[in-house]
T-cell receptor, first 115, second 113 residues
Framework: DTEVTQTPKHLVMGMTNKKSLKCEQH?????MYWYKQKAKKPPELMFV???????INESVPSRFSPECPNSSLLNLHLHALQPEDSALYLC??????????????FGSGTQLSVL | LAKTTQPISMDSYEGQEVNITCSHN???????ITWYQQFPSQGPRFIIQ?????VTNEVASLFIPADRKSSTLSLPRVSLSDTAVYYC??????????????WGLGTSLAVNP
């Protein structure tokens, strides 16, 4: 199984809502990532978990809260988002996260619209 | 930080060979060069990775000159299904010695019949 599964595929939320994005992989990978991608732009790194510990936070606003319950699961909790947060949110995994030449496996993403 | 530069867009026809060049003048000694492909509304997909000289797999070749300041992704005999955005990446250090990948802006390849 070389898949990274993200749910939901699409999400529309108001600025006062609380929602969560979910990501799951069963490749035995110990590093998981959240990326944000705006239209016609490259993915931007948000968070990295390595061995279930947060290792990188790219100065992401606190309205985005990551969680890694175990090595197979990654969540992104959303609260009080702004319309400019509308984007494709991508989850990825890699074997250890210890080297930049590790192959990243991406999910299909969650297309988020904030109204 | 290493920074990559690649063409914004390219056009080709089915059956042709496509070469996409990426510049990375400040690449560090330990950095690898990686290429990803992305279709609309999907996550990027790993294509190929190399450190120096030439790497070939079942879908592409990657040519890296000795100075490693650039690299060229070669797609042989493209088909309509190769229409996608292609990203060039190199590894980089950020603050606190946490390494991360630096993504190029991507090359949008259009393959025409």
């Amino acid at each position: 199984d070389t898949e990274v599964t993200q749910t939901p595929k699409h999400l529309v939320m108001g600025m006062t809502n609380k929602k969560s994005l979910k990501c799951e992989q069963h490749m035995g990978h110990r590093a998981m990532y959240w990326y944000k991608q705006k239209a016609k732009k490259p993915p931007e790194l948000m968070f990295v978990y390595s061995y279930e510990k947060l290792s990188i936070n790219e100065s992401v606003p606190s309205r985005f809260s990551p969680e890694c319950p175990n090595s197979s699961l990654l969540n992104l909790h959303l609260h009080a988002l702004q319309p400019e947060d509308s984007a494709l949110y991508l989850c990825a995994s890699s074997p250890t996260g210890g080297a930049t030449n590790e192959k990243l496996f991406f999910g299909s993403g969650t297309q988020l619209s904030v109204l | 930080l290493a920074k990559t530069t690649q063409p914004i867009s390219m056009d080709s026809y089915e059956g042709q060979e496509v070469n996409i060049t990426c510049s990375h003048n400040n690449i560090a000694t330990n950095d690898y060069i990686t290429w990803y492909q992305q279709f609309p509304s999907q996550g990027p997909r790993f294509i190929i990775q190399g450190y120096k000289t030439k790497v070939t797999n079942e879908v592409a070749s990657l040519f890296i000159p000795a100075d490693r300041k650039s690299s060229t992704l070669s797609l042989p005999r493209v088909s309509l299904s190769d229409t996608a955005v292609y990203y060039c990446l190199v590894g980089a250090n950020n603050a606190g010695n946490n390494r991360k990948l630096i993504w190029g802006l991507g090359t949008s390849l259009a393959v025409n019949p």
